[in-house]
Structures are given as structure tokens and as C-alpha cells.
């Protein structure tokens, strides 16, 4: 990054990343770091570039001070393994980082390996190894016929049915860990506020705050695993081959949203749990679609096809129906895509499933369908 800067502050010159890629080549005399994985910090850096362009109005902020740490990445070209022991190669001369590799994964061929990653983590201050590791485990093919819908939601993490049958994932310990989040964080912001910037107390506070967020957001996403699992699970119980998720830019119902309740959303990690869920159900060889527009899948009624808009979580209808709102969601989202229109599915009664993090999610399932 200086290194480009530089270039385009005594040139004029925005180097794309070819040219980056030459420049560096010509410049650099002596490197520690395997060729591709110096690489690989350059395309990242191009690609962080374009994505802080494309969410400027959003917020993103340019980096504008000097990082003391990247991530660094050793591609398979990079990656050895001798006995039980991983050999990551260094720039020419230097010997390979070696490291054991836990006895799960030293059954595993070498080219078994395809990313190997030094990570920092914030929460234990520790460095890590993050491992691609291509396991050759094909996507099961699925049996089920039956389409669902998906409705992703602010108050109930996912609501799903297929018409027939439907299941609320309901998660009050992730909103409160949203909650708490918040909370605790302006906490440690006003109290480090007191505080003369930079000072070793400053600091204090700071590695506190960068400690607990790394743990909320741990938490967080256990949940968010265990949420986005149910969702497969309820869909491979019941013989489902399509998943419909709700298009997430229309979360509101088509208009946008004002700015307290995007945070809200934000927080609720739609994306997150989007992408759980999308790849969980792809590797049990349920096809997702995404492209459904939810705009007012919500406001109209599944029976009579009238708009309104529900208080609460009840939808309940001058046409004398009543149900689950986030079912209603999820029936026309359904709806939607089966018929092209709304209102053509049913919204039956959910059964409501709730995981958390102190409890086994198999344990929990298990009380939920009564199996074994
Ligand atoms: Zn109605």
C-alpha cells in the first residue's frame, strides 16, 4: 500500500496490478516471503481497494494509518507436507516455516492442502493457522422434491414453510448479544473517551474493546451456525429440493429502511446467515435460489391477497385469517417464486425451534422431532 502510494504521489501514476506486480518485481531486491504469497497480499490489496470504492457512500473508510500486520497466505504452490508436519516455503534461501499438524488432519495427502493462512486472533492475542483444506467429500444429491421458502427476519432469525408444514428458528440470545454488543461497546468508547488518546490507558481500554467484540462476534456466529443448520435440517426432514430465500436488499418491504433499523438489520447478519445456510444446503444437494424479490411479502395476506401493515408478529386479516407473520413471509416469498405471484400458498402453523448456544444443537433437534 505505501508502496503504491508512493508511486502515485511522485508519478501520478494509479499502477494497476499487473504493473504492480512488474514494479515490484524490478524494485525489490531481497524478499522474505514466498513469491506467491507476496502475490496474493497484492491482489488482496486491489480487491480491498474496489471494495472500499464500491462502499464508499456506505460508510468505508480508507485505511489512514500504518498497519502493522496483514494476513499472510501461502497458496498451494507453497504448501508441503513431510510426515506430520506442514512445510510452508519461504522466498529462495530462506528454510520453510514448519509446523505440526493435529493428528485429524495429518492423515490428509499434501495436495489435500489448498490455503494455509497466518491469522492474527484478536480474542486470544495469539496468532493462528487458518487451513483450506479440500476434503473430497462430494455434495450429497438430493432426494427431495418439495420447494420452501425462506424468510430471514429482524425479530425471528428464519421462518420457513413449504405450505404444508413450517418452523419458526427462533434465537432470542443472538438479538440480546446484537443488544449487548451495542450497549457494551458505547461503554468502553465513552469510558476510553476520558481518557488522552493514545495513552497507555487508552490503550488498555482499546485491546479491551477489540477482545470483547472478537468474542461477540464468536458467539454470534455459533449461533448463526446453529440457526442456518436447523433451516437445512427441517428442509432435508422434509424431502425439500429447492430452497427460496427473500432478495435481502428489500428486507423492509421495498422502501428503504431509515438509519436506526439499518443498523438493526446489520447487525442481524442476514448476509452471514444467507450464506450459511446457502452453502450447508448446497452440500446436502438442495439447490438455492436467491433472486426472489420479498418486497411485500409481508404486508399481504397469504389468503385474500389484501396489503396492510401487522403490528406485532400475529397477521391477522379483515378476511377472518390469522398467522405467524414471518410465516406469511415466507409462504408468499414461496408463492412469488412457484406462481409468480403472492397470496397462492398457505401459511400453516409453526412449530418454533430455539438454539442456543449452552445446548447441543443435535440434543435439540432430537426434542424438536422426537427421533433419535
Ligand atoms: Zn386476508
Known amino acids: 500500500m505505501i508502496e503504491h502510494y508512493r508511486v502515485y504521489r511522485k508519478h501520478g501514476v494509479w499502477l494497476n496490478s499487473p504493473r504492480m506486480q512488474k514494479y515490484h518485481d524490478r524494485i525489490s531486491q531481497e524478499s522474505f516471503l514466498h513469491a506467491h504469497s507476496i502475490d496474493a497480499a497484492q491482489e488482496a490489496f486491489y480487491k480491498a481497494c474496489k471494495t472500499a470504492k464500491a462502499n464508499r457512500d456506505d460508510g468505508a473508510s480508507y485505511p489512514h494509518k500504518k498497519k502493522f500486520y496483514r494476513t499472510t497466505i501461502w497458496k498451494n504452490t507453497g504448501i508441503r507436507k513431510r510426515g506430520n508436519h506442514l512445510l510452508l516455503a519461504l522466498a529462495r534461501g530462506n528454510e520453510p516455516i514448519a509446523f505440526r499438524l493435529p493428528s485429524s488432519l495429518s492423515v490428509l495427502e499434501g495436495k489435500q492442502f489448498l490455503e494455509v493462512r497466518l491469522a492474527y486472533n484478536k480474542n486470544h492475542r495469539k496468532y493462528e493457522w487458518h487451513l483450506v483444506i479440500e476434503t ?199 408463492s412469488r417464486f412457484c406462481y409468480g405471484e403472492l397470496s397462492k400458498v398457505d401459511a400453516p402453523y409453526p412449530f418454533f425451534f430455539r438454539p442456543h448456544s449452552k445446548v447441543s444443537q443435535s440434543v435439540a433437534l432430537r426434542s424438536l422431532y422426537g427421533t433419535e
Open 136 to 334: 473430497g467429500i462430494e455434495p450429497r444429491i438430493s432426494t427431495g422434491t418439495n420447494v420452501a421458502g425462506v424468510d430471514l427476519g429482524e425479530i425471528h432469525p428464519a421462518a420457513i414453510t413449504d405450505g404444508q408444514q413450517s418452523i419458526i428458528i427462533s434465537c432470542r440470545e443472538l438479538r440480546s448479544l446484537n443488544q449487548y454488543r451495542n450497549k457494551r461497546l458505547a461503554e468502553l468508547k465513552s469510558l476510553q473517551a476520558t481518557k488522552k488518546k493514545q495513552s497507555r490507558r487508552w490503550w488498555i481500554i482499546q485491546r479491551r474493546i477489540n477482545r470483547f467484540l472478537a468474542k461477540n462476534k464468536a458467539q454470534r456466529r455459533d449461533l448463526e451456525h446453529k440457526i442456518s443448520r436447523a433451516v437445512v435440517d427441517w428442509c432435508i426432514l422434509h424431502q425439500v429440493g429447492t430452497l427460496v430465500i427473500g432478495d435481502v436488499c428489500d428486507v423492509a418491504d421495498g422502501k428503504r429502511l431509515n438509519r436506526k433499523s439499518r443498523q438493526k438489520v446489520s447487525n442481524w447478519s442476514h448476509g452471514q446467515i444467507r450464506k450459511y445456510i446457502a452453502y450447508k444446503a448446497e452440500a446436502e444437494g438442495i439447490v438455492v435460489n436467491d433472486e426472489v424479490n420479498e418486497a411485500y411479502t409481508s404486508q399481504t395476506c397469504v389468503y385474500c391477497g389484501r396489503k396492510r401493515k401487522p403490528k406485532g408478529r400475529i397477521y391477522s386479516c379483515e378476511c377472518g385469517q390469522t398467522y405467524h407473520r414471518d410465516i406469511g413471509g415466507a409462504a408468499n416469498i414461496l
